[in-house]
């Protein structure tokens, strides 16, 4: 249980440090590049994580088809938030992520019958889509490309949370270390590919900061970070585990403003206040009414 807790804490302070990490490798390089290294990396080090554990990969069919809906979702999710974070700052990327509980719950209901729609949820759901709303009108107004950035973050989040509740379903009883670098095995030969038909090229200089970012996105964020996910997928509920990104936001936003000198609209702010209040009352607003009635 402790284990759990701290991958659990890990994860958080991991996914709330990707995106800024993310514009960082890109600068310079092209997003391609910076996220076909970041994945290169990131399946060697998840190999050499797997020897140091003792640990072998699963090859039976019902882990090859984990691994595959797993590298699906990581080439297809990334390309989307990488793409995205050409147009829109750092801290926006976590906002719109953060809408992964309600997407991951509301799919959870469907293929796993976690627990039936309830008031509370639904509500938590349409606070969390005013809150989007709020973003996508600020993205609008700000220009095409903002609102295109927004868009493709919001595709990368669905696919994420369909795939997390696809592997949910499948029980493999899979390792983290073992799920995380077959996914990430299937992933980057695509990654690769990809970056060969449309750039192919390589930039001619890297600086330290995007050098940096990439190192920490391919052996944290990727190898630890995906490892980690995994882990307490498989010992969580799915859409227990989606809360995470109920922080996220608020510290990536920070630390966008912080470190990136990324200004916050007041239109932005609202809307991640409207997500997190949503997630709040979508995962915790069943227990107010029984403690407020009695139960």
């Known amino acids: 249980m402790m284990y759990t807790r701290i991958a659990y804490l890990g994860v958080i302070l991991i996914w709330a440090t990707t995106p800024l990490a993310i514009q960082w490798s890109s600068a310079g390089v092209g997003y391609q590049f910076a996220v076909t290294l970041r994945m290169t990396l990131g399946v060697v080090a998840s190999v050499l994580l797997l020897c140091a554990l003792g640990q072998k990969l699963p090859r039976h069919p019902q882990a090859l088809r984990a691994y595959l809906v797993s590298g699906l979702s990581i080439y297809l999710s990334m390309n989307c938030i990488y793409w995205a974070a050409q147009y829109i700052p750092s801290g926006w990327i976590s906002v719109v992520f953060g809408l992964s509980p309600i997407m991951t719950g509301g799919l959870a209901m469907w293929m796993l019958e976690e627990e039936s729609m309830s008031p509370h949820k639904l509500l938590g759901m349409v606070m969390g889509v005013v809150g989007l709303a709020l973003v996508f ?159």
């Open 137 to 295: 009108g600020h993205g609008y107004s700000s220009g095409h490309q903002f609102f295109l950035g927004i868009v493709a973050v919001l595709l990368g989040t669905l696919i994420h949370s369909f795939s997390a509740v696809l592997i949910k379903r499948m029980q493999t009883q899979l390792s983290g270390v073992a799920t995380t670098t077959g996914g990430l095995a299937v992933a980057t030969p695509l990654f690769m590919v990809s970056w060969l038909l449309m750039d192919g090229t390589l930039p001619g200089t890297i600086t330290h900061r995007a050098l940096l970012a990439t190192l920490y996105l391919g052996v944290i964020a990727s190898a630890v970070g995906f490892a980690l996910y995994f882990c307490i997928l498989q010992r969580m509920e799915v859409g227990r585990v989606a809360l995470i990104t109920l922080i996220t936001p608020v510290c990536a936003l920070a630390l966008g403003s912080l470190l990136n000198h990324e200004a916050v609209s007041k239109e932005v702010a609202m809307g991640t206040g409207f997500i997190v209040a949503g997630l709040l009352v979508y995962e915790y607003g069943r227990k107010y009414i029984l403690y407020v009635s009695g139960g």
